[in-house]
């Protein structure tokens, strides 16, 4: 079983930054097994993928709402989405996500589908106007 722990949401003016983590673990969880990801779901809204990303080829994506703005990163056993130049269109619950590497064909296409291993319990971020 993989455990992921969300942290680092909150509230922020429009203009302003904040970054997730994501903590995983897991007794046989190797991380640079999994690719990783990072969708969101505004109210009312269906979840879409923000940044999704393969250890296997080394590659990123990002939605075109968030490109220039969001950047991910690991480290170890930790994912990071890195916000800046928030919006209030960006207010959402965000998630993190894992899915065993093989069972991707690319990072893009997963952010599409969304169907993941694991799952954050989600962390809320709210810009303001």
């Known amino acids: 079983q993989v455990q992921l722990v969300e942290s680092g949401g909150g509230l922020v003016q429009a203009g302003g930054s904040l970054r997730l983590s994501c903590a995983a673990s897991?007794?046989?969880?190797?991380?640079?097994?999994?690719?990783m990801g990072w969708f969101r779901q505004a109210p009312g809204k269906e979840r879409e993928g923000v940044s999704c990303?393969?250890?296997?080829?080394?590659t990123t994506s990002y939605i075109n709402s968030v490109e220039g703005r969001f950047t991910v990163s690991r480290d170890k056993n930790t994912a990071y989405l890195q916000m800046n130049s928030l919006k209030p269109e960006d207010t959402a619950v965000y998630y993190c996500?894992?899915?065993?590497?093989?069972?991707?064909?690319?990072?893009?296409?997963?952010?599409?589908?969304?169907?993941?291993?694991?799952w954050g319990q989600g962390t809320q971020v709210t810009v303001s106007s």
């Open positions: 897991g007794r046989t969880f190797t991380f640079s097994n999994y690719a």
């Open positions: 996500a894992v899915i065993a590497q093989w069972k991707i064909t690319t990072p893009q296409r997963w952010c599409i589908v969304g169907e993941s291993d694991y």
């Open positions: 990303s393969s250890k296997r080829d080394g």
